[in-house]
């Protein structure tokens, strides 16, 4: 009834949605940006309905993730399996992570150099500037806006799982360095393609350049493909297979979700009265 109050949205903590609230899309996207947490509430905040939390309820993928994160040997093993499904018949046992960077760039060049001779899509090299993303040539504004995509549904599933998004294995130092690790597994299969294909369709008059929107129709394209292909099953089911499967460790039994108390010598059962168990000292 007073008018427009604008509200700095990088200053938020958290935002509380009463009833009555409506809030658009863009405005969710900047509070997302600004990594506010928003919760949808009741009448002056006495009620809890919604918030930003996993589908997960347990934390066991999460913890997981940190004890392979935290232990160079784990880590490295992990990094190894990641790269063998991306290029199968590679024997990674033997190589330190220099070597597999060195080796997943050489593959990935001739990932870009192969589609370039299928579609007849000029291809120099991987340019782009995240701040300015007119400013690249359609092939690489082809690829950001497909490795967008892929980034978002790789984020969801994520977090939907419990895990979290900055614990990178390859990646480190990123609130979504975890996201890039696990998209990395699919562009060879979908981004790449389709920003090639997408780009030679407008080159070659199949889809009409004036009226192209280059970052719409590669939306679009990787929105069928991920739907007909059913990726965010195959997503989650290589999330768990990743953590759950530690080759120093053998297989890790995942048991029912159940909320625990932690214990130097083994987690207990919550919900039950310790308070025979300590014999406190005046």
Not at 90 to 118: C, F, H, P
Not at 248 to 268: A, C, N, Q, T, Y
Request: hydrophobic share 40%; aromatic share 6%.
């Amino acid at each position: 009834d007073e008018g427009i109050m604008h509200i700095p949205s990088a200053g938020l903590l958290v935002l509380l949605l009463g009833p009555g609230t409506n809030v658009t899309h863009q405005a969710m996207t900047v509070l997302a940006d600004s990594g506010a947490a928003i919760v949808w509430v009741g009448e002056r905040g006495v009620r809890y309905y919604a918030g930003g939390r996993p589908l997960a309820r347990s934390s066991r993928l999460l913890l997981k993730q940190a004890s392979i994160v935290s232990n160079g040997r784990r880590r490295l093993a992990l990094a190894r399996r990641m790269y063998e499904m991306r290029f199968e018949g590679e024997d990674t046992r033997a190589l330190t992570m220099q070597q597999l960077r060195g080796r997943e760039g050489a593959r990935i060049r001739n990932v870009y150099r192969d589609w370039s001779k299928r579609t007849a899509v000029e291809w120099d090299k991987r340019d782009y500037n995240p701040d300015d993303f007119a400013g690249g040539d359609p092939i690489n504004q082809a690829l950001s806006a497909a490795n967008a995509c892929l980034y978002g549904v790789v984020h969801a599933a994520v977090v939907a799982l419990g895990c979290s998004p900055g614990l990178g294995i390859v990646h480190t130092g990123h609130d979504l360095s975890f996201v890039y690790d696990i998209a990395d597994l699919y562009k060879a299969e979908f981004s790449i393609p389709v920003a090639f294909e997408i780009v030679s369709s407008i080159e070659k008059g199949e889809i009409e350049r004036e009226n192209a929107d280059l970052p719409q129709l590669v939306r679009r394209e990787m929105r069928d493909r991920i739907r007909e292909s059913r990726l965010i099953e195959r997503i989650v089911r290589d999330v768990k297979g990743l953590l759950e499967k530690d080759e120093l460790e053998g297989e890790v039994e995942s048991g029912e979700d159940r909320h625990r108390l932690w214990d130097p010598k083994g987690d207990v059962e919550a919900g039950a009265n310790y308070g025979g168990e300590a014999r406190w000292l005046s």
